[in-house]
């Protein structure tokens, strides 16, 4: 998470840097002003977004780790037996979306054998 904030800090601090170096004539400084307020907003927005998908890509990884975490004590038969539990699991939602599943096709291997 400290990696985020410094990167929103370093970021927020270049972009002030170049809205404050960006050069502004006398006759359009409402229209140039207007015109770097927008971009710099933009960039904020991009910044903020990058900072979220920064702090959602370590969450990722913690909760990854800590999965890896309480499976390592498990033993082996534990291990399969849990991954035979999840796939079972897994098997069963989708048979319950009907789309997805020929319901015919004992009655159907039944026919072609007559």
């Not at 972009?15 to 404050?20: A, D, R, W």
């Not at 004539?25 to 933009?42: E, F, P, V, Y």
């Not at 291990?79 to 015919?104: H, L, V, W």
Request: with cysteine; proline share 2%.
């Amino acid at each position: 998470m400290a990696m985020s904030g410094l990167l929103v800090c370093v970021l927020t601090a270049a972009l002030v840097g170049v809205g404050l170096t960006s050069p502004v004539s006398k006759s359009d400084g409402n229209t140039k002003q207007g015109g770097i307020l927008l971009q710099l907003l933009a960039r904020r927005e991009a910044v903020r977004n990058a900072a979220e998908n920064i702090a959602k890509r370590e969450q990722d990884t913690q909760t990854s780790m800590s999965r890896i975490e309480r499976m390592s004590h498990l033993s082996e038969d534990q291990r399969e037996f849990m991954s035979k539990q999840i796939m079972q699991a897994i098997s069963e939602m989708m048979n319950e979306c009907p789309d997805r599943d020929y319901q015919g096709w004992v009655d159907f291997g039944r026919r072609s054998a007559e």
